[in-house]
């Protein structure tokens, strides 16, 4: 049973348009996190949240933006799809270092 | 400062043979330690975690690991493996603001 869940699973769009990924946890977390990975690859971080209007900025450098108004909800927007932007986008949240991360199911993300 | 390194990108075992994934790390305060397990196109799984408690951690799937200070690893481990058991396998280490991945061991199961 999941507690945190990604919209949508898959996602195939053209070169220019404008998307939002969403991710929504049930959990009360504080504290959530962006990260891309190609198949089979590592994780990179692209952005993270320690509350509300707190957002930062990743190890891997990302042309997406992320926000923060409510706890349960962390949308991750593309302004401009490129195909580079192609790869799959895991939400993940936690209470505390301790406690581990809670991941979605990602979304997988083709850029044609 | 963290860090993780997990030692082989690749490992192969027989169904039934003891499977052993090592992970190494690095921290300057007590560490916490996760394993996570990834399946073909979905999320990580948290397989199981060190918290300074018993050094010795029983996971889910029977799986576990052992927290060594001295040797600064905490190796997964799983006595007989099972065709299921095919995934990718994260170690991860608990910094001081975020949790640190390594990249990954993609386990591979031999009929």
């Known amino acids: 049973e999941a507690d945190i869940y990604q919209t949508p699973r898959y996602l195939v769009i053209g070169t220019g348009k404008k998307i939002t990924l969403e991710c929504s946890q049930t959990m009360g977390h504080d504290k959530m996190y962006w990260y891309q990975q190609d198949p089979g690859m590592e994780l990179h971080l692209i952005h993270y949240s320690y509350g509300v209007n707190s957002t930062e900025k990743g190890d891997l450098s990302s042309e997406s933006t992320v926000s923060r108004i409510r706890t349960e909800h962390f949308p991750l927007t593309l302004e401009s799809a490129r195909p580079s932007h192609t790869s799959q986008y895991l939400c993940?949240?936690?209470?505390?270092?301790?406690?581990?991360?809670?991941f979605g199911s990602g979304t997988r993300l083709t850029v044609v | 400062a963290q860090s993780v390194t997990q030692l082989g990108s690749h490992v192969s075992v027989s169904e039934g043979a003891l499977v052993l994934l090592r992970c190494n790390y690095s921290s300057s305060v007590p560490p916490y330690l996760f394993w996570y397990v990834q399946y073909p196109n979905q999320g990580l799984q948290l397989l199981l975690k060190y918290t300074s408690a018993a050094t010795l951690v029983k996971g889910i799937n029977g799986f576990e690991a052992e927290f060594k200070k001295s040797e600064t690893s905490f190796h997964l481990t799983k006595p007989s493996a099972h065709m299921s058991d095919a995934a990718e396998y994260f170690c991860?280490?608990?910094?001081?603001?975020?949790?640190?991945f390594g990249k990954g061991t993609r386990l591979h199961i031999l009929p």
């Open positions: 991860a280490v608990g910094g001081d603001d975020k949790i640190i």
């Open positions: 993940a949240s936690t209470a505390s270092r301790s406690g581990g991360y809670t």
